[in-house]
């Protein structure tokens, strides 16, 4: 039996990678690689082919939710862990262990207005998200089915 499809939120400044980035790459898919929190890793590790994504532009003006993607391919090791020339690397990793993976993901669409992060704020229906919480940092999270279609519904989707 198959598990249902799950949703979540992955986080980009977009003047290092952006949905426009990812809807130009070739296929419309990318590695997500470069994630150093055991937490957001382990989120990583739960996605299954088919999840679908909020791509989420921080650092940004406004920091906004612009589209969404799916899940390409599941986890598997992280490359640039083991390149010593790569902001990535991590000496402490061992190939035969690896310490990071990293997941593909594909453009579906692109939002034709993002959703702010202040207008997320403003909705009740979001107020338990996890990237509304105070100290939310991480670069993946998880996000319930009621946030995905309420989302949906703010972009009109």
């Known amino acids: 039996m198959s598990q249902a499809r799950q949703y979540w939120l992955m986080k980009s400044e977009p003047s290092v990678f952006s949905i426009d980035d990812l809807a130009r790459a070739p296929k419309r898919t990318t590695c997500w690689d470069g994630v150093r929190n055991y937490q957001a890793r382990n989120f990583m590790r739960a996605m299954k082919a088919g999840d679908r994504v909020l791509f989420y532009h921080s650092n940004a003006n406004p920091p906004a939710i612009v589209g969404i993607a799916e899940v390409a391919a599941t986890a598997y ?40 992060l202040d207008s997320l704020r403003g909705e009740k229906a979001l107020a338990g998200m996890a990237l509304l919480q105070k100290g939310s940092r991480l670069s993946v999270q998880p996000v319930t089915n009621g946030e995905w279609e309420h989302i949906l519904k703010l972009a009109k989707e």
């Open 77 to 116: 090791p992280d490359l640039t862990q083991f390149e010593r020339t790569h902001k990535h690397f991590d000496s402490a990793s061992d190939p035969k262990a690896p310490r990071w993976d990293m997941v593909d993901i594909r453009h579906v669409r692109t939002f034709a207005a993002p959703i702010s």
